[in-house]
């Protein structure tokens, strides 16, 4: 299995900051990640897929980068509606598999 | 709009059954991919197991935790999706989602979930 491994855990910022979350893969997976954003008590929502592409609707603060091994999700001004949990997930390869989540927090 | 809404949660003993459904809208459900994604209390989430779309003959993918006990299946016709759960175990506590999907790409739409829990 691909295993993805966060950092950090947990991080705390304050509105306005320029944020920035790291996933990396256990093997080579092109450009095949997304990240969601999870609010307490809600569904994730799907933020980037295939590593860059902003899903319709996302704000533009947000954006994401990397292949391969590496990726980022970078929110450039942290806005209060921004403060929640953040994972990554690869769809190279079966059995999908998530990140263990980044905790963004006041 | 496209719309998700999951039932069939609940409470059942350690080696019980459960069904979920998931009704799909604004969308034509055999286009696309399917899956399931749970998330026990607390914790991160982890896929469960995908339905493929006409094109490519409904064939299934499962977790491996999950393997042998949970079967992925739709009803096209009835614009519904279904996760059969049997020797459930105390593990599979979960809030559980269905999501829409697409091949090589993401999970881009979501139900509100709904929670098994299994207990005794």
């Known amino acids: 299995d691909i295993q993805l491994t966060q950092s950090p855990s947990f991080l705390s910022a304050s509105v306005g900051d320029r944020v920035t979350i790291t996933c990396r893969a256990s093997q080579g997976i092109s450009s095949s990640l997304a990240w969601y954003q999870q609010k307490p008590g809600e569904a994730p929502k799907l933020l980037i897929y295939?590593?860059?592409t902003l899903q319709s609707g996302v704000p533009s603060r947000f954006s994401g980068s990397g292949s391969g091994t590496e990726f980022t999700l970078t929110i450039s001004s942290l806005q209060p509606e921004d403060f929640a949990t953040y994972y990554c997930q690869q769809f190279s390869d079966y059995p999908l598999t998530f990140g263990g989540g980044t905790k963004v927090e006041i | 709009e496209v719309q998700l809404v999951e039932s069939g949660g609940g409470l059942v003993q350690p080696g019980g059954s459960l069904r979920l459904s998931c009704a799909a809208s604004g969308f034509t459900l055999s286009d696309h991919y399917m899956d399931w994604v749970r998330q026990a209390p607390g914790k991160g989430l982890e896929w469960v197991g995908r339905?493929?779309?006409?094109?490519?003959?409904?064939?299934?993918e499962y977790a491996a935790s999950v393997k042998g006990r949970y079967s992925v299946s739709r009803d096209d016709s009835k614009n519904s999706l279904y996760l059969q759960m049997n020797s459930l175990k105390t593990e599979d506590t979960a809030v559980y989602y269905c999501?829409?999907?697409?091949?090589?790409?993401?999970?881009?739409?979501w139900g509100q979930g709904t929670l098994v829990t299994v207990s005794s």
């Open positions: 339905s493929r779309n006409k094109a490519y003959s409904y064939t299934t």
């Open positions: 999501a829409r999907s697409n091949p090589g790409s993401a999970e881009d739409y």
């Open positions: 295939a590593a860059s």
